[in-house]
């Protein structure tokens, strides 16, 4: 009797793993859950423009600035970062990178390089809604604990050959990291961005503390003070005047 009552035991021990398997999440399932986390895939569609305005302190220089970042469905972004009263300005229209060289102030094209790098930046949520559009595709490559929380790893590619992997928080769905590689005068390094203090803006969580790391070294922190969407951004305020 003992013996078929482990027996019988054992068999469903073995439907509930069985069980817990099929219910696995693929990345479909992880990438839809982080949308919603985020605040759902109709709020997200929504938002046209968003402005972000707070400060940077850059680490290894000992220095703080204003940070203004203006973003617009689809790809437009520009940032401007009031340093001591000078003014540093990178934008992307849509097109090309620009920026104004704070020694003539003068506004200057990007070159190819730096400009695929601001194209990228410049994405903003109708990239996370509609990746397929933008050529951009993700792998999950599994799980990892940083800390005390547990991590989905999502590798994300983009059309150019750019990697990404995002950390996506097991409980939360929320993107806390993301790992990438940069090229510094020719030598390739880590770049990883942590984000934080996640706050409810509009019935959005967007972070307001980012630290960015370099070679595994403190590079920046930005902490947001003020988040806001749908301003009517023209279209002109990314051109390069």
């Not at 220089?61 to 204003?66: F, L, N, P, Q, T």
């Not at 790893?153 to 409980?171: H, P, R, W």
């Not at 972070?207 to 749908?230: C, D, M, W, Y």
Request: aromatic share 8%; charged share 20%.
């Amino acid at each position: 009797m003992k013996k078929r009552l482990l027996i019988g035991v054992c068999a469903a021990l073995g439907i509930l793993c069985l069980g817990l398997q099929a219910q696995e999440l693929t990345v479909a399932d992880i990438l839809s859950k982080s949308l919603e986390a985020q605040g759902g895939q109709t709020a997200l569609a929504a938002i046209k423009d968003t402005t972000t305005s707070g400060t940077i302190e850059i680490t290894q220089m000992g220095m703080s600035a204003a940070l203004t970042i203006y973003q617009k469905e689809p790809n437009m972004m520009r940032m401007d970062i009031d340093v001591m009263g000078m003014l540093i300005t990178q934008a992307f229209d849509g097109e090309k990178g620009w920026f104004i060289n704070p020694q003539t102030g003068v506004a200057e094209e990007m070159n190819e390089k730096q400009s695929q790098a601001q194209r990228l930046q410049a994405m903003g949520y109708d990239a996370a809604l509609n990746p397929e559009k933008y050529g951009i595709t993700f792998v999950l490559k599994g799980k990892e604990k940083v800390g005390d929380k547990d991590y989905y790893l999502v590798e994300q590619t983009f059309k150019d050959g750019f990697q990404a992997t995002l950390y996506i928080n097991t409980a939360t769905f929320l993107t806390e990291q993301i790992r990438s590689k940069t090229d510094a005068m020719g030598t390739e390094i880590d770049v990883e961005t942590l984000m934080d203090d996640f706050k409810n803006v509009e019935g959005l969580m967007v972070p307001h503390s980012l630290t960015i790391l370099q070679g595994g070294a403190e590079f920046g922190r930005v902490t947001v003070a003020k988040v806001v969407f749908n301003a009517g951004l023209e279209d002109s305020f990314f051109k390069m005047q």
